[in-house]
Each structure stands twice: as C-alpha cells, then as structure tokens.
C-alpha cells in the first residue's frame, strides 16, 4: 500500500498558484519526500524532494509541516503544461510505491 | 539529463508470443525498477533490483520476469503473451544514497497483445 494519501484531483486557473496536499503520517525520521509528475504519454519525472527544511526550485516549492506528516508542493502560476498527475511518495530503501496521485486540471 | 532507453517504444505482438522488453541506463544506477500502468490508472511496481544479479517482485504479481546480468541493463520478458498483458511497462533507475535519491524514467514501452 501506498505510505502517501493525496486527492484524486484538484483544478486551479491558469496562472493561479495551485498547492497540492500530501498527507504522509506514517513517515519516519530519515524518510524524504519526493514529488514526481507525470505528463500524458509520458513516464514520470522528478519535481522536487525534501526531509525538514522547505526547499525551492526552478520547478516548484516544497513546504514540509514541522511534524513532517504533511507536505504540500507548490505551483506559483500554474500554466496548461502544468496539468498532469502529482505524485507524492516516500522512496525509503525498499521498493518504490506510487500511489494514485493527485490529476491536476488546469481551466484556461 | 536522464539517460535511461526503453525499446520497442510501442509493441504489437500476437497470443503466445515471447517478448522482451528492453531497458538501459547508461548513470552507472544500482537500483532498476519495473512499473505497469494502465491508461489513466495508477503505476504498479512488478520487480526491482538492487544491484547485479539482484532481483525481486513487486507489489504487484506479474507473470514476467527479469534478469540483471549487467549493472546498465535490466530486460523484462513474457515467455508466453496474452491478451490481458496489454499495458504500458515503465522502466526507472535510480542511484543509492543516504538523501533517498531521485528516480528517472525511461519514455516507457505500450504493449498490445492481440
């Protein structure tokens, strides 16, 4: 079973931010948290990880709660290229569990 | 940038059939993982490997399987292709570290089994 619980889908306005939920409350301490998406017809592709600290890319944020059980990547102006499935998982050391995700529509 | 190269890209193939699947990487990557995704469903882990003759199932049961002869190189076969093997199979390397490191993708292969 997936370690991650995300909504099955989310719709933001274009060039609005859009904040996607992670809840992870099973985490433990030396767990990251990694966020891939996935385009249509595409494999997934990395977007950002954190342990503790938030941390920002080119690509999104990533704020991390101090208890560490949730976590939420960021999209600061969501464009039509955003829409996607989000991944929120946990790799660990073992085998890698994708869960749902979270299909994320973009309205013009 | 990511060099991880699944081939065929797409396969039509008919009942009965032997196929493999090929997947390379070319980041000296330990860990090599295998995913079946359905269109619009989730992707499902069937085998991984660790390193060199290292391979184990996934979560979920598949009749394929694989081999790891080569650090780069990480085949999935069906000796015998059915109808409900039809699926897009995704192949992923990833390194081993202590920051969990980041999984790269291969472009995946769509197999159809008549």
């Known amino acids: 079973d997936a370690k991650t619980t995300q909504p099955n889908s989310m719709e933001s306005n274009e060039e609005e931010p859009v904040h996607l939920p992670c809840n992870h409350s099973?985490?433990?301490?030396?767990?990251?948290i990694h966020w891939y998406r996935q385009l249509p017809s595409q494999g997934p592709e990395y977007v950002i990880h954190?342990?503790?600290s938030n941390v920002n890319n080119r690509m999104a944020s990533l704020a991390i709660a101090e208890d560490r059980k949730s976590s939420t990547l960021i999209l600061h102006r969501a464009t039509l290229r955003d829409a996607a499935v989000y991944y929120c998982?946990?790799?660990?050391?073992?085998?890698?569990?994708f869960g749902k995700g979270t299909r994320l529509h973009i309205l013009p | 940038e990511a060099d991880i190269y699944q081939t065929p890209r797409y396969l039509v193939i008919g009942t009965g059939k032997k196929i493999t699947l090929e997947c390379s990487q070319t980041?000296?990557?330990?860990?090599m993982y295998w995913y079946q995704q359905d269109p619009g469903m989730e992707l499902h882990l069937i085998h991984y490997?660790?390193?060199?003759?290292?391979?184990e199932k996934g979560d979920l049961s598949s009749e394929s399987t694989v081999s790891r002869i080569r650090t780069e190189h990480f085949p999935l076969t069906l000796e015998s292709a059915r109808p409900s093997h039809t699926s897009q199979y995704l192949c992923?390397?990833?390194?081993?570290?202590?920051?969990?490191?980041?999984?790269?993708f291969g472009s995946g292969t769509q197999l159809s089994v008549l």
């Open positions: 980041m000296g990557h330990d860990k």
């Open positions: 490997s660790y390193g060199v003759n290292s391979t």
């Open positions: 954190g342990l503790t």
């Open positions: 998982i946990l790799p660990g050391d073992d085998k890698i569990i």
């Open positions: 992923a390397s990833s390194e081993t570290g202590p920051t969990n490191e980041k999984l790269f």
């Open positions: 099973t985490i433990s301490g030396t767990d990251y």
